[in-house]
């Protein structure tokens, strides 16, 4: 059954990731799935938090916000401290991208990614999970590329998208209007081989049944091997381009 915007079930919003976007960040791109615009941004610094000295390892974490018209309404700024909701969300793009890091590779350094929510229309927290691992990438070829680090210290891809039950039906990758009516809502993230990193899953009225987990489980899995091939052919399209204006190429993901 096609849905308001055209999709069928299994299928993805437009993706596409515009690298370097943001040109004094060690790594950057603007990822836009559907109407949905997220600005992730990579930077270095040569120091760890406290509690990680003296190691020889080091650290990655992210903060995420949303600018106030990002939405239909304008929301205010949250200038005294992150609220819940923004919390939870950076917390779950720095345990995402963690997962796929050798700190000890990476050497005392830390690198903080910024998600910034441009334009909001569903599926924020998966964009940004999804953009902002290409933006780590980029900072880590960036210190290989440089010089300061001998390898590359990312383990693997991750990537994150959104499934849920809309009208009686699995569906990938919900908008906004998909969302606010959803039976079930459920985020996945998962590494780019199909492991899984965390499942986040919420029924908004009457339980469902555990087939229709597995259901949803299966949805995402496919759709998040999508997702990690446009993000692979995304760097690929950087490394080249690079090349052709005489830099050297990324390392294969």
């Known amino acids: 059954m096609p849905r308001s915007d055209g999709r069928t079930l299994d299928e993805l919003r437009d993706l596409s ?22 600005l992730c941004t990579a930077s270095v ?40 909701r923004t919390q939870e969300i950076q917390r779950l793009i720095g345990r995402a991208l963690r997962s796929v890091v050798d700190f000890r590779a990476l050497g005392p350094r830390t690198i903080t990614l910024d998600c910034d929510v441009l334009q909001a229309d ?17 900072a880590c070829d960036h210190l290989v590329r440089s010089g300061v680090i001998p390898s590359h210290p990312l383990t693997g891809g991750v990537a994150a998208v959104s499934v849920g039950i809309v009208d009686g039906e699995p569906s990938l990758d ?19 081989d199909g492991r899984l990193i965390e499942v986040q899953g919420t029924a908004e009225g009457e339980p469902f049944p555990r087939p229709q987990l597995d259901a949803l489980l299966d949805l995402a899995l496919a759709g998040l091997g999508r997702l990690a091939r446009e993000q692979r052919e995304a760097l690929q399209r950087g490394a080249l381009a ?8 990324a390392p294969g993901t």
Do not use: K
Not at 122 to 138: D, I, M, Q
Not at 242 to 249: I, K, L, N, V
């Open 122 to 138: 569903g599926g924020t927290r998966t964009a940004a999970v999804t953009g902002g691992w290409v933006a780590l990438f980029l």
């Open 242 to 249: 690079r090349a052709s204006e005489g830099g050297r190429s």
């Open 174 to 192: 919900l908008d906004y209007r998909e969302d606010v009516r959803a039976q079930v809502d459920m985020n996945v993230v998962a590494t780019h």
């Open 17 to 38: 990731f515009d690298l370097d976007w943001s040109p004094h960040a060690e790594g950057s791109c603007l990822v836009r799935c559907g109407e949905t615009r997220i």
């Open 45 to 84: 610094e040569e120091s760890v938090p406290r509690w990680r000295e003296g190691r020889g390892e080091g650290w990655v974490t992210a903060e995420y916000a949303m600018l106030p018209r990002a939405t239909h309404t304008r929301n205010s700024r949250e200038r005294e401290g992150a609220r819940g």
